[in-house]
Every structure is written in C-alpha cells, then in structure tokens.
C-alpha cells in the first residue's frame, strides 16, 4: 500500500480530491448556518451514523500555522466532564485534518457551542492510555469512528480541549 493510499474496505473514491472540497463546501455552510442561527440549527450532527443518533456538535477556532489565517470548523464532541473531546478522524482519510497540525502549532483557541457563545480553551492530545480508555465512549458517541479507524492505517488522534 502507498503513502496515500486507503485500505481495500475504504469507499471507492474517498481520497478523491472531489471528496476533499465537497466536505470544505460542506463544512463552510455548516459554520455559516450554525452562526446565523446561534447553533438553533448545526449544533447536532445528523449525517452517517448520526442519522438515528444525533452527535453534539462545536465549533472549532483555529490558526493556520503558515498562514496565521482563522478557520473554523464544525466537529462531533464528547464531554468528558468539564473538558470537551473532539476526534481528528476526517472521515478516515490518510492525513490528519489541517485542524489538528494547526491546534498542535497553537492550542490556545476558542470553541463556540449552541447558546453559549465562544469559550476560551486549551488543546492537548491525549496520551495513548487516555484514547484507549475514550475510544468506546467515542464509538458509541458515533459509530462511523470505528469505520473510519477501520479505513485508515494511522492511529486516528483524540483531542481534549479543556476550558481556560
């Protein structure tokens, strides 16, 4: 298997650059409608697995750690008590997303979450016995995290953002 190749189970087409800017189409609307509306609508995702179980949904701040340019990027989380977890699987694509090389370049970011504007927060990976131990919280959250795992040879990245 190459570099950037995906397992044989992996949907045809995946790695596709069309996937790639339907899912930045996609993302940007979702950040629009989620802001228009103050998360009234976007603030649940309802896609995949999500369709009979609708996953809480934040979004994510992040500096371009080339650019220095803003993104926002709308992501599934989990609460972990007081700390929010978010999952770098991008859809079990062979490359981390640019979110999480971009929160390991500058973790001081900010979250925003349905009727409770931005809150400042602290990235940090979580170490391997901590994503061992959230993993099946993670699935259960989302079933298609185990698929997307299942899809891609690199050890897909788990993410607490703890509030500042």
């Known amino acids: 298997m190459g570099r950037f190749s ?6 045809k087409g995946m ?19 989620f802001t228009l509306t103050g998360g009234r609508v976007g603030s649940t995702w309802r896609v995949g697995a999500g369709f009979r179980k609708p ?60 009727k409770q504007g931005a809150i400042p927060v602290r990235a940090r990976v979580a170490s391997a016995e901590e994503r061992a131990e959230l ?9 298609d995290f185990a698929k997307y795992q299942a899809w891609t040879e690199r050890e897909i990245p788990v993410v607490f953002l703890t509030r500042r």
């Open 15 to 33: 790695d596709s650059p069309v996937v790639a800017k339907i899912m930045k189409l996609m993302s940007r609307v979702h950040v629009r409608v």
């Open 55 to 114: 996953v809480p949904t934040l979004l994510l701040e992040h500096r371009g750690r080339r650019s220095g340019r803003r993104f926002v990027t709308p992501l599934l989380y989990l609460r972990d008590g007081d700390e929010f977890v978010i999952v770098a699987s991008q859809g079990g694509l062979p490359k981390h997303p640019q979110w999480y090389f971009n929160l390991r370049a500058d973790p001081e970011t900010r979250v925003h979450l349905k």
């Open 6 to 11: 995906l397992p044989e189970d992996t949907p």
């Open 135 to 143: 993993w099946p919280r993670l699935v259960d959250l989302y079933a």
